[in-house]
């Protein structure tokens, strides 16, 4: 996002992000493309597996800000396992917070 600012900065000193509605979804989308082809759809199946078929929809929140949703078909083996470990993930994530909570109410 900084070489984008820059670029428009060196176009107009009053040029800022805020200014370039395209151009900023130009650089979501470009960087978007990127990531998914480096770390999901890479030659050999990115860090979740080998994505079988995706469907991406870009949208604009109110306050102007670019966000995507994305979901993600795998086989059924690679899907078991991508989803046994979301699951230990997050079931980590939840003791962990438990605990800090039962330590913040003892104290």
Request: charged share 25%; glycine share 8%; net charge neutral.
């Amino acid at each position: 996002m900084h070489d984008l600012e820059d670029m428009l900065h060196r176009f107009s000193h009053s040029y800022t992000y805020g200014n370039a509605p395209v151009e900023r979804a130009q650089h979501f989308v470009h960087r978007l493309d990127d990531f998914m082809k480096l770390h999901i759809l890479g030659q050999k199946g990115g860090g979740l597996g080998t994505v079988q078929h995706y469907t991406m929809r870009l949208e604009l929140q109110q306050r102007g800000c670019l966000h995507a949703h994305i979901i993600l078909w795998f086989d059924n083996e690679q899907g078991q396992r991508v989803l046994v470990s979301f699951r230990k993930r997050k079931a980590t994530e939840t003791a962990s917070r438990n605990l800090k909570d039962a330590d913040e109410n003892a104290n």
